[in-house]
T-cell receptor
């Protein structure tokens, strides 16, 4: 099976712009989670989607949003970019995200640099 | 509240020596525990998980982890370290009733030739 794919792999934007990142989960996986990873804050949970619905949300401002399509592909959007949004954005998919032993599988990430 | 602690920011081991990366957790109910590895500029790769049963779990690349309920620990181990094991290692925990994975801060493992 193909793994989790994320596009683009690298992005450079300027403050105030907006950006959309894409994630294609492993075939058959219905849950998609997004994380922000920075050297100072570690791995922080953004949100999780299941069956096109946001099921869980982390503590990020409303500038961060996402959606999931009927084929389980997901996008996240960051509006009005700030310098502090520079990070590696990771997408992870799992079968149903029902908790318990369900394993998340990660994509390679999108490296976002905000200038 | 659920939490995971990786008490060491960095672990240095000589190649060929055994390695241990520590993880302790706090969760209500039975825990599900995971280890992931991250190589530079890459996503996280799943190594192993504990669900139930045998306290010693074997995973990818020769890694194993020991679940200790009384000490609420889930330390990652390998009998003989390789330079290629140098990477960032994350421990995570989830309880049965909570969807969300709780992540440790990560431990940088450096294997010296």
């Amino acid at each position: 099976k193909a793994g989790v794919t994320q596009t683009p792999r690298y992005l450079i934007k300027t403050r105030g712009q907006q950006v959309t990142l894409s994630c294609s989960p492993i075939s058959g996986h219905r849950s998609v989670s997004w994380y922000q990873q920075t050297p100072g804050q570690g791995l922080q949970f953004l949100f999780e989607y299941f069956s096109e619905t946001q099921r869980n949300k982390g503590n990020f401002p409303g500038r961060f949003s996402g959606r999931q399509f009927s084929n389980s592909r997901s996008e996240m959007n960051v509006s009005t970019l700030e310098l502090g949004d520079s990070a590696l954005y990771l997408c992870a998919s799992s079968l149903d995200g029902q908790g318990g032993p369900d394993t998340q599988y990660f994509g390679p990430g999108t490296r976002l640099t905000v200038l | 509240a659920q939490s995971v602690a990786q008490p060491e920011d960095q672990v240095n081991v000589a190649e060929g020596n055994p390695l241990t990366v520590k993880c302790t957790y706090s969760v209500s109910g039975n825990p599900y525990l995971f280890w992931y590895v991250q190589y530079p500029n890459r996503g996280l790769q799943f190594l192993l998980k504990y669900i139930t049963g045998d306290n010693l779990v074997k995973g990818s690349y020769g890694f194993e982890a020991e679940f200790n309920k009384s000490q609420t620990s889930f330390h990652l181990k390998k009998p003989s370290a390789l330079v290629s094991d140098s990477a960032l290692y994350f421990c995570a925990v989830r309880s049965y009733s909570n969807y969300q994975l709780i992540w440790g801060a990560g431990t940088k493992l450096i294997i010296k030739p």
